[in-house]
Every structure is written in C-alpha cells, then in structure tokens.
C-alpha cells in the first residue's frame, strides 16, 4: 500500500477553508432522492459498453490522478484502477458510510493498491486541492441536494487543465436524470465551461465534461440559474 501515501497524505491534509462559514444559493430545482447506491447491475453497464465509452471520450490515461464522485458500489472506481495503472490514483468517494465501507471491503479484496476510499458529505466531496485530471460525476448529480456548495468544493479540487466529467440521463431530475441545459447553467456560475457533450450508444445517457475558464467565484458572488434566466 505504500504508494497511496502521497494521495493518504493529501486527503489527511487539513484545507484552510474547510473550516470557514459560508452561505450558498440554495438549488432552486427539484432534487432526486437516493433511492439506491447501484444505478444498473454492472454486467448491463458492461454489455452498452458505457465505461469504455466513458473513457474514450473523457481521455483517460496511465499515470493520471481522478476520483470517482458518489462511487457507490464501485463500477468505474474498480475499472478505472486499472486503466490509470501503478503511477495513477483513484480517490473513491461516497457521502454514506455503509456503502463507503463495503466499497472499502470490495478494494481490498480486489487488491486495488492505487484506490482510496474517503466519506465525503452532501454539500463537499472532501478532495484534497488541485489533485485530479478528472473528477467523475456519474449518474448522481441529480441526487445533489446543494449544488453549487457542492460544485464550488469540487472545483477546488482539479489539476490546471483538469475536467470534470459528468455522465447522467437526458430527462427531468424528478426522473433521475439532468437535462443538459440545466447542467449548463449550474457549471457556469462557478466558471465551469462545457469542452465536450456526447449522446452515449444504448442508453438515454450523455456524457458532458467541463474545464474552470473563469475564476471560482466566491460563495456570495455565485449567480444561481434561477437568477439569470
């Protein structure tokens, strides 16, 4: 396990901002509850190719540095372990504990050296500073109950040049899904600029990924959606 001590050390690493009081707009939208840590059984993820797909668009490559966003019970913090190799991390993150721990449990018993696994909380994800090539999103940014607290801790969190990465179904959030131009919006009042939007084959799904062109407003200056349209 020893070469997860630079990621460990950096996740133990105390940000000054962590502890400082701040006032969020509110979502202003409809939020879809956490009905399950599974968004579909892995072995129909598998047969659409969706974490290929993923991949290929999102450019992910040995020896980069990214965390899997509500990982859940572990599809892509599993698959991505691998892909990033020996000189790459993964940061596997959840907000609940039970499925943090047995998504700890399903990592050492796959013996995935390169993984950590942190509890992180539904307004901050907890990523150590200017970490990671990519931050995956995946079919959970509907279920954010604090948006743009949550996107401007996550923000915080990408390498220069970095992107985030979100993948989620085309239709309303009451259906578990983002439509595309409400995600849009919300990146864009924290200075996240869409780089790349892709339908995914077999689904109702689309992967869109955005890179920090503007500076991270504070929390006061953030305009919600709601304000600008």
């Given at each position: ?14 940000r000054a ?6 006032s ?6 409809d ?7 599974a968004?579909?059984?892995?072995d ?5 190719g969706?974490f ?7 450019d992910v490559r040995s ?8 990982a859940?019970?572990?599809y892509?913090?599993?698959r991505?372990s ?12 959840d ?7 047995a998504?700890?449990?399903?990592v050492q018993?796959?013996r995935?050296d ?5 509890l992180?909380?539904?307004d901050?994800p907890?990523?150590p500073a ?12 509907h279920e954010?109950t604090?948006p743009?607290?949550f996107?401007?801790h ?5 390498k220069?040049g970095?992107?985030v990465?979100v993948?989620?179904a ?6 578990h899904?983002m439509?595309?131009?409400?995600l ?10 869409p780089?790349r ?8 799904s ?9 500076p991270r407003?504070s929390?006061?200056?953030i305009r919600?959606c709601?304000a600008?349209r």
């Amino acid at each position: 396990m020893r070469r997860l001590v630079p990621l460990l050390l950096l996740l133990s690493a105390c940000r000054a901002e962590a502890g400082a009081e701040r006032s969020f707009p509110a979502a202003g939208r409809d939020v879809a509850p956490i009905v399950s840590d599974a968004f579909s059984t892995e072995d129909a993820r598998d047969r659409i190719g969706e974490f290929e797909q993923v991949m290929a668009l999102a450019d992910v490559r040995s020896g980069m540095w990214v965390a899997d966003v509500g990982a859940g019970e572990g599809y892509y913090t599993t698959r991505l372990s691998p892909l990033v190799g020996q000189k790459g991390r993964v940061l596997a993150q959840d907000i609940m504990p039970a499925t943090r721990d047995a998504l700890v449990q399903r990592v050492q018993r796959e013996r995935l050296d390169n993984v950590a696994v942190r509890l992180g909380t539904p307004d901050d994800p907890m990523l150590p500073a200017s970490s990671f090539d990519r931050i995956f999103l995946v079919h959970m940014y509907h279920e954010v109950t604090e948006p743009y607290a949550f996107l401007w801790h996550l923000a915080g969190g990408l390498k220069p040049g970095g992107e985030v990465v979100v993948v989620d179904a085309s239709r309303p959030v009451k259906r578990h899904g983002m439509p595309p131009a409400e995600l849009r919006c919300e990146f864009a009042a924290l200075g996240l600029t869409p780089v790349r939007f892709e339908r995914l084959r077999g689904s109702d799904s689309y992967l869109m990924s955005f890179r920090q062109t503007a500076p991270r407003p504070s929390p006061a200056a953030i305009r919600p959606c709601r304000a600008t349209r």
